[in-house]
C-alpha cells in the first residue's frame, strides 16, 4: 500500500502534474488555491485522486467569498491572486472546496489518520513547524497513528509520544529554501518526504497568459527559484 500525502498545491498544476508517483490512496492536507493563477487544473485533480482531504486556510477564503485585506509579503501575493480565482473557478469547483471538512480521521491501508491543515488548537491558522513539545501538547488526545498537517510549507517528519506527525511540505509553493515540489510517500507505515523538478518556466508563462499584473508573476517568480527564501523586503520591492 502506497499512500501519497500532499499540500499547499497553491494553483501550481505544473508542479502538482510533475508529482508521478504510483499510489493507492492520496490524502490531502489543505490549500489547493490562491498564489497561482491555474486553480480549476488543480481542482479537478483533487476532485478525481483525492481519497481524503481537507481544507485550507486559502481553501476557506476563497469558498466563502472572503476578500483578502493584502499587508506585506505572502498577504500580497494572496490578495493579488484571490479575484482571478473567483473568475477562474466554476460553481461546481467552489462547491468541491466549500465541502472539504476542516479536519477528518480517516483509516487507509490498516492505519489511521488525523488530517488538519494546521493545528487542532486552530486548524486552519496556526503556524507550527517542528517543536515536539507543541506538537505533543496540541495532539495529546487526538487518536490515530499519524497526524498529517501543512501550512508552514516546509516538510517535517517527528516521531511524537505516540504517534508520527507529517508535513509532506508544499507542492506549488515550498518555503525551505528547495524549489522542488515537495510530497511524501507512506509505504509499509514507513515515510518518505520526496522531491521532483518541475518547468517553473512553464508555471511563469500560464500566469502570463492569464494577464495578471506582472508584478505578481515576478514575485512569484523569486518565490519559486529561491524555494521561498526571500525577506520581506525583498518580497516588497518587487512591484
Ligand atoms: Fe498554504
Redesign the pocket.
Known sequence: MRILVIA?I?SNWHALDAIREPFDACLFVG?IVDYGTDPVRCITWAKNHVTAGIR?N?DHAVAQRITARGGRGFRRLAAATRPLQWDLIDQKRLKYLARLPVTQHVEVGGLSFFLVHATPRDPMDEYLTDDIDAWNDRLQTVKADFVCV??T?IPCHLQLNDKQLLNPG?VGQPRDGDPRAAYAIIEDGKVHLRRVEYDIDATLEQMRSTGIDEWVVRLNEQVFRSGGNISRDEMESIR
Request: proline content about 0%.
Open positions: 499547499d497553491h490549500d485550507g486559502h501543512g501550512h510549507h508544499s
